[in-house]
């Protein structure tokens, strides 16, 4: 069993930054991949970026990529996502989850969910 909390979000402006942190309990952590979705107001939930259990392997939604950087510390059992230049259309509740396969960009491979951290970009 793994559990999932997320913080780090909040209200920003236009092509600034936060940090979401999502952090793992349980002990098996270390052995599941690692995703971060995002859902808007009105729309699906959708992938963001994914990390392997090593660390070796990342993906990225087009949408993010080169502003968006996944990563994770074994030792703090925690997963980050770095988000640069952010646009208004970033708006939306960020979720971690965590997968025992690599399926990244499949929403529904994923075992376990955080319950989110909302972010606002205002224009």
């Known amino acids: 069993q793994v559990q999932l909390v997320e913080s780090g979000g909040g209200l920003v402006q236009a092509g600034g930054s936060l940090r979401l942190s999502c952090a793992a309990s349980g002990r098996t952590f270390s052995s599941y991949n690692m995703g971060w979705f995002r859902q808007a107001p009105g729309k699906e939930r959708e992938f963001v970026a994914a990390i392997s259990w090593s660390g070796g392997m990342t993906y990225y939604a087009d949408t993010v990529k080169g502003r968006f950087t996944i990563s994770r510390d074994v030792a703090k059992n925690t997963v980050y996502l770095q988000v640069n230049s952010l646009k208004p259309d970033d708006t939306a509740v960020y979720y971690c989850?965590?997968?025992?396969?690599?399926?990244?960009?499949?929403?529904?491979?994923?075992?376990?969910w955080g319950q989110g951290t909302p972010v606002t970009v205002s224009s």
């Open positions: 989850a965590a997968a025992s396969v690599w399926v990244p960009f499949r929403t529904y491979e994923y075992d376990y």
